[in-house]
């Protein structure tokens, strides 16, 4: 994708409340307003029933991103820990016909070094290791 069309789905995720994302993403995908309404319903209910490593609003630009591209080959996640994400991508591969593999190791992420305490000062409350009881 280009620098500056990823720059202005940036901006404007950053500066819009849903409706307009909502809105906006229907004039820039192939999918309806009522279709995704459902699925950003859906996801509200999975952020509130999962513990999720990431807000939702860090993954509207990767729907954006997502809906947008008109391609055939499958989503990949890298790192499901409880399964939250892995619950919204499999929404979105639904609704964009593609299939979604799902990849973790279950042992957690590294101890943080220097380098991700100098882009997140909340690193060291990071969690990452899904328990036996999460994992169906
Ligand atoms: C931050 S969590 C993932 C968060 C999840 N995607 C979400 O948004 O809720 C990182 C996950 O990556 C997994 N992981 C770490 N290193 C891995 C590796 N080398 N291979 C596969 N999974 C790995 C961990 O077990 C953990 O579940």
Known sequence: ???????????????SGRKEYIDNLTKNTIY????LNNLFKQFEI???????????SDFY??????????VNGPIVELGCYKGGSTAKLSLI??????????????EGLPDPIGI???HNS???ECFSKAEDEDLY
């Open 1 to 15: 994708m280009p620098k500056t069309i990823k720059k202005k789905i940036i901006d404007f995720i950053l500066k």
């Open 32 to 35: 309806g307003y009522k279709d």
């Open 46 to 56: 999975i952020q509130k029933n999962i513990e999720c490593a990431h807000r939702e």
């Open 61 to 70: 630009i990767m729907y954006a991103i997502i809906l947008s591209l008109q």
């Open 93 to 106: 591969s639904k609704l964009t016909s593609r299939k979604l593999h799902i990849f973790d190791s279950f």
């Open 116 to 118: 991700d305490r100098k």
């Open 122 to 124: 909340n690193v060291d």
